[in-house]
Structure formats: C-alpha cells, structure tokens
C-alpha cells in the first residue's frame, strides 16, 4: 500500500484545525487556532462567536497545514473532517469547507466521530514511536470539556468498531473543571489552570461525597440501542455535577464571595495571566478547595476506569481527551495502572486536547476500505460511537 497522506479538518467546538497525517503513522503537519481569547469574557463557549471564528479561521489553517506538510492541495490522497459530536454551526463550518475541497480537487471525503478521533491520538503517536503491538481488549477513556465516556474498541480487518459501558450522567469531568473555575473566579478554560495551581493546595482539605448513582439510566443506551433486559454488561457511569454544588455550597458557607469578586476583577484585566499571577490572587482556603476538587475528580475518574478495565478484563488502557493533559490525572493513572497490569497509554498533551491530526489518523482506516462520506453528508451534533 503506498503512502497516504490525508488532510484531517476539526471545527466541532471551539479550536479551528487542520492537519496532514501519512498513513495513520506519521504526524506531518498540525496546526491549531484557539479561540479561547474570544470566548473567555463569557466564561465557556458561546456557540454563535465560535461559528464565526471558525469562518474566519479555516482557510488559512487549512493551507497553514499543508504548507507544513510541504503539500499542494493536489497532492492530498483524502480530505477527512469531523461529523460530530459538537456545536452543530460550529461543526457545519468545518464540513462545507471540506466538501468544497473534496469537490474542486476530486478527493475521497472522510467523516469522522470525534470521539474516534481522540481515540486515535494514542493509536498515531505510539504507531509514530513504532509501538504497533498493542494488545486487545482496549478499554477507552474519552474525558473532555463535552465527553466523559469509556469504550470498548476493538479492530477487524483495519475497521475499528466500539462499545460504550461508561457515560456521565451530568456533567463532563472538562465541564466540572471549567465551571469551578469560574465559580472560583479564576477565568476560562478552568482545567489548565486548576491543573497548575493543585500543586500549592492541600488536595486532602475538604471531603467531597462520592458520586452517588443508584439506577439504570432510563434516556437509553449512549449508543443509541434500546436498553434490553438481557443487556446486562456491567456499566460504568460518572456525575459530576454534585461536586459543583457542594463547591457553591462551601463558597457560602466560608463567605468566599467577596474575594472571589475581586480575584475576578483582577484577573480580567490582565490579557495573560502567569500561574505567579493566579497564585497572587489565591489564598490558602481556595488553593486547598482547588486541590481538594481536583483529587476528589481523579479519584472517581481512576478508580472508576480501573473497576472496568477489571471487569472486562482488558490489556490496554487508553485515556484521552483535554482532560488527559491534567498531570495529576496522568500520574495516578500511570501509578495504579502499574498496580493492577495494565499498561495505559496517553496522548501527547498537544494531541490530547482538540486537534485535527486525531481526525486524519482515525481516517485512515476508513481510507483502507473505501468508506467514504456522499457529498449530502451533514453534521450530527449529538452523534454516538459505535
Ligand atoms: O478535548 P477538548 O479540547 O475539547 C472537547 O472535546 O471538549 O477538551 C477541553 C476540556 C476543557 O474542559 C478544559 O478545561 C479541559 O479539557 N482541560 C483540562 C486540562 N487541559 C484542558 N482539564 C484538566 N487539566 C488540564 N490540564
Ligand atoms: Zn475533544
């Protein structure tokens, strides 16, 4: 099979990108435009500016990639995009340029899942490393702003299919992290930043009651099946939105508000704020609330996934996502992985977060067989992985 070299296009929240991956194996060109300068006045994403940015920004990003990968436009074997899930406007962004690229140039059209995509950050960076044997059954964890889901993935024949046994009830754990930042007063996107300021908190401060789920999820299956009486594979799911309100609860009853207020204002006026900056503006209570929140998410998040790599009894473990840049997350992982077997598996933290070199890697496959997308294709906002 000779060399594929396929441009992967990612517009389904709030990150414009654009890369060139050759054959599933070797990231050739990435590039990525943030909007997170636009979006953090508000506090999280507002789906109409991010439609707009993503107009603004998919031409050069796209021709950005190419000129990184040394390409013409001609030269491509395949153009793949993302289908969903995400913001549908955002989404259709991303997908009437690729079908106008696949058009003019008379290229195959790949759609990908997200999701896939974040799955199959690991799978090109451990190909790139020449790690090819990984051992099946694979056990995901997806943990993102949008997603906290566990599958199971298994390849046939170079095509990749996928079970979920784990979804978030509420809030994804990247949800969590943004909305006690801003709880907090200490801006948007909230993981990078509780990220960096857990180290100075005591993380065994405050006690945070464990996620309480006590019946099957009655909206069905996250892939879309019926719930069976006989379907009763053992499920693994998160809720992650009573820890936000036992925080506001905790903010009340320490009467934090007023110096929330004001590390808000603070913080707001200064374009980039360093890490010494939100260390200036944080005391001791709240460091500890920071790193006590952040414990309290990876304990659920390791414990949980491990119980179902257990269950399943898997060989691999993969977790992935924006969330899976967190050092914390990813040094409990490694640690009690190590414990129990089972080697775990992270992408780089540039892959870890949105990307479009993840779209053109899970592409692939698909390119193998010929499975690709007709030219009336739309975007799903709410597309599940199977
Ligand atoms: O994968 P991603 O870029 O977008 C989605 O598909 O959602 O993930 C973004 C999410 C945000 O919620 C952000 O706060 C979180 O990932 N995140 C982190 C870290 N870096 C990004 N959460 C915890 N620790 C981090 N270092
Ligand atoms: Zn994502």
């Known amino acids: 099979m000779p060399d594929a070299y396929i ?18 194996e070797q990231l050739v060109s990435n590039v990525v435009a943030s ?3 636009t979006h953090k006045p508000y506090g999280g994403v507002v789906p109409e500016l991010a439609s707009r940015e993503h107009l603004r920004a998919i031409v050069p990003v796209v021709r950005q990639a190419l000129a990184g990968a040394n390409r013409t436009y001609d030269s491509i074997d395949a153009i793949a995009v993302t289908q969903g899930p995400g913001l549908a406007g955002a989404l259709l962004v991303g997908i009437s340029y690729a079908k106008a690229l696949a058009f003019a140039l008379e290229k195959p059209l790949i759609a990908v899942n997200h999701l896939e995509g ?6 090109l960076e451990e190909r790139q490393k020449g790690n090819r044997e990984l051992e099946f059954p694979l056990l995901a964890l997806v943990v993102s702003g949008g997603h906290t889901h566990l599958y199971l993935a298994s390849e ?3 095509s990749w299919t996928y079970e979920n ?6 809030d994804a754990a990247g949800e969590a992290f943004d909305k006690v930042a801003r709880l907090l007063g200490l801006g948007y996107p909230g993981g990078p930043i509780i990220d960096r300021l857990s180290p100075y908190g005591d993380s065994g401060a405050v006690k945070f009651p464990a996620a309480q789920i006590k019946h099957r999820d009655r909206r069905g299956r996250h892939d879309g099946k019926a719930v069976s009486p006989s379907d009763n594979r053992p499920r693994f799911d998160f809720s992650y939105s ?3 309100t036992a925080i506001l609860r905790y903010i009340e009853s320490n009467q934090m508000q007023e110096s929330i207020e004001a590390r808000r204002k603070a913080l707001v006026e200064m374009p980039k704020p360093k890490l010494e900056d939100y260390r200036a503006h944080s005391d001791q209570l709240t460091l500890d609330l920071v790193a006590s929140f952040q414990r309290a998410i990876i304990e659920d998040l390791v414990g949980k996934t491990l119980k179902a790599a257990a269950a399943y009894d898997v060989a691999t473990l993969f977790v992935t996502g924006g969330v899976a840049a967190n050092q914390e997350l990813r040094q409990t992982f490694e640690r009690e992985s190590r414990q129990q ?3 775990v598996y992270f992408p780089s933290r540039p892959l870890s977060t949105d990307n479009a070199a993840m779209i053109a890697a899970a592409a692939y496959p698909k390119f193998l067989v ?4 007709p030219m009336d294709f739309s975007a799903e906002a709410g597309m599940p992985l199977r």
């Open 35 to 37: 909007q997170i300068a």
């Open 7 to 24: 441009l992967g296009i990612e517009s389904s929240c709030d990150e414009t990108a654009a890369a060139v991956v050759r054959s599933g």
């Open 341 to 343: 077997g089972l080697p």
């Open 165 to 170: 046994i784990g979804h978030t009830r509420d």
């Open 370 to 373: 010929n499975d690709f997308a």
């Open 118 to 123: 974040h799955i199959h950050a690991v799978l």
């Open 156 to 158: 046939q024949d170079a």
């Open 242 to 244: 009573g820890i936000k």
